[in-house]
């Protein structure tokens, strides 16, 4: 393998080289190395967060991590896009990726500011987890797969004040499919086949996170998080806090399913023999999971105002949607409901999403669109009371 195997192709205002087999196959192989092109959406996403995560930095230092950086499709364009990152490390142990990326650091003319290594993930990690070695202002998390095994080294790696962002894309094991292994490596319990599942997988990964946070005294909080296909990702500020770690139980818990009647709530702790408050039935519970906000509101609104002022990454209309269901949605609700399942339940066509949402709101409930799913809104009404709204005329 050389670097001819690889093109040159132009991600935002980065140039890349990538194998040129990922641009003609349907699944993109991993040699001579890995990059995904169908994968820019979620890219864009992480340079408007990090641009404006950074923005707000008091550091003397702003650095960024890439454990995973594969041929440097997200860590270039932080050193490209984002001049105020001072400097960028890529790792990555595919030799061939870590030559492409160096040569394209060179064509962008920020090879000053960018160190390149290939070494294991977590030695990787290790050599930046004290202040001697520099921590990392921002790291990121792309693994394939399962994050669980680096989550520990990762919060090691981050200073104080400073982001985590983690994929999973391991969406089988999180939605339910293989239970053991969830609770293996999350330490948490899915729903199979729950019209929510997303979200469960979602809150679980962040548990997961933020207890492993508690036991190093720091404290982590999601602020914002998105979801694509098989992807899962989520972005958390660090700080140290002994008594923050103390209280974390507040926010970590269960949610309770009746799968008859479809009556779904959250609970800091289960009790036995649990029913259904509405019908009776045996409940399905799934957890431990994170039970609070999925975004800070005010960093949303920040990312629409960069959005918005020209420096726009990637389709801005569609990224703008997003963040804008992200601002309003009921984000401390840990579940939604789909129109088509209301719609299944009441054996009628489904009605549209802003019609179910305009109905709650004026009959008194909250409710907003969910950013998880197109088909998903979110309410404080019981499912008997959407029930008995919705049937009417």
Request: hydrophobic share 40%.
């Amino acid at each position: 393998m050389s670097l001819e195997d690889f093109v040159e192709i132009t991600e935002g205002k980065t140039k890349l080289l990538v194998p040129s087999l990922s641009l003609s196959n349907k699944v993109p192989p991993k040699v001579p190395a890995f990059f995904n092109p169908v994968a820019r959406l979620n890219r864009d996403i992480s340079i408007l967060v990090y641009k404006t995560f950074i923005m707000d930095v008091k550091k003397d230092r702003r650095t960024f991590g890439d454990p995973f950086g594969g041929v440097g499709a997200r860590s270039l364009r932080v050193a490209v896009e984002i001049p105020e990152v001072e400097h960028v490390f890529v790792n990555d142990r595919n030799i061939f990726a870590i030559d492409a990326a160096r040569k394209a650091a060179t064509i962008n003319l920020v090879s000053d500011k960018c160190s390149f290594t290939s070494e294991d993930v977590i030695a990787f990690l290790a050599n930046h987890s004290s202040e001697k070695n520099e921590r990392f202002t921002v790291v990121d998390l792309d693994p394939f797969g399962s994050p669980a095994e680096y989550v520990d080294c990762l919060l090691r790696a981050v200073v104080k004040g400073g982001m985590v962002s983690v994929t999973a894309t391991d969406t089988a094991v999180l939605c339910g499919v293989h239970p053991n292994v969830c609770k293996r490596k999350y330490y948490g319990r899915s729903l199979h086949s729950s019209s929510y599942s997303h979200e469960i997988a979602l809150r679980i990964l962040i548990s997961l996170i933020v207890l492993t946070a508690a036991r190093l005294d720091l404290v982590v909080h999601p602020i914002f998080v998105h979801l694509n296909h098989h992807y899962i990702r989520v972005y958390m500020t660090a700080s140290v806090s002994r008594s923050g770690a103390n209280s974390i139980d507040k926010k970590i818990g269960y949610l309770r399913d009746c799968i008859k009647c479809g009556d779904r709530n959250a609970a800091f702790e289960l009790e036995r023999d649990d029913r259904c408050r509405l019908c009776g039935s045996a409940y399905r519970f799934a957890g431990m999971l994170w039970l609070a906000n999925l975004f800070d509101k005010h960093f949303v609104s920040n990312m629409i105002c960069i959005l918005d002022k020209g420096d726009r990454p990637g389709p801005v209309r569609h990224m703008r949607k997003t963040l804008s269901t992200c601002l309003n949605e009921l984000d401390d609700i840990p579940f939604y409901f789909q129109s088509d399942e209301i719609a299944s339940r009441l054996s009628t066509n489904p009605r549209s999403l802003q019609n179910i949402i305009e109905r709650l709101q004026s009959s008194g409930y909250t409710a907003s669109r969910s950013s998880l799913d197109p088909n998903g809104f979110k309410t404080n009404a019981q499912i008997n009371q959407i029930l008995d709204l919705l049937a009417r005329p």
